[in-house]
């Protein structure tokens, strides 16, 4: 696999989001799956390279609709003290959980039940762990076959105390450690 670069620079989640939304209709294309969000308001501000963080979701959301026959698609964010997680949950075939971690080697295709109908070189989700390691996040799955997945990856995420764009006094008070 060639070199991956990734910037580091403060991002922007919403248009991220906005734009895989609206290409994810057209990979479900007439499946009857519903497009859900669950996020906060306002989305978090994260750290990482907003074309690589686009590429990542829309790796899972193609994976999601090519797997999943039915049900729903859902996008969840929430953020922790220092990092922001995305998830895309799906109410498709599944995984074994044997076959987790070899999903993210190259070249590894292990859903339940796989038809040859669902094909793909199996590289999707390697390059996706590959630039989120890059990002300083990780990536990792939990499902359950027959009922569905969730893959989930984290980033760094700003405080809003260090974005750039804040104007705030810094309070004395409670700086150091
Ligand atoms: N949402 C999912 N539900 C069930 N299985 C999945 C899901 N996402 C990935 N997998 C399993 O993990 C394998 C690897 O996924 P990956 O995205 O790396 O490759 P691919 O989709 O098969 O091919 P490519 O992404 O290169 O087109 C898939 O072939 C499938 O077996
Ligand atoms: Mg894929």
Redesign the pocket.
């Known amino acids: 696999m060639g070199r991956l670069e990734v910037d580091q620079v403060e991002v922007d989640l919403d248009p991220i989001v906005r734009g895989v939304l609206s290409t994810a209709v057209g990979l479900v294309g007439g499946k009857p799956i519903k497009l859900l969000k669950d996020l906060p308001d306002p989305l978090p501000m994260a750290q990482g390279d907003p074309v690589r963080i686009r590429q990542v979701l829309l ?1 899972l959301y ?3 609709a ?2 999943t026959d039915e049900g729903h698609i859902t996008l969840h964010i929430r953020e922790e003290a220092d990092r922001v997680i995305l998830a895309v949950q ?1 109410s ?4 074994p959980q044997g076959n987790y971690e070899l ?1 993210f080697e190259e070249f ?4 339940a039940g ?1 038809r040859q109908a669902r094909q ?7 390059i996706s762990r590959q630039l989120v390691n890059l990002m300083g996040g990780d990536i990792w799955v939990e499902s359950e076959v027959g009922q569905g ?1 969730i ?1 989930s990856f984290s980033l760094p995420r700003i405080p809003a105390s260090d974005l750039s764009t804040n104007t705030r006094q810094p309070n004395l008070m409670s700086e150091g450690q």
């Not at 590894?108 to 859903?111: I, K, M, N, V, W």
């Not at 793909?120 to 390697?126: C, E, H, N, W």
């Open positions: 790796n193609s994976n999601a090519k797997f799906d498709g075939v599944g995984i999903i590894r295709q292990a859903a796989r793909g070189s199996g590289l999707g989700l390697a997945s893959f």
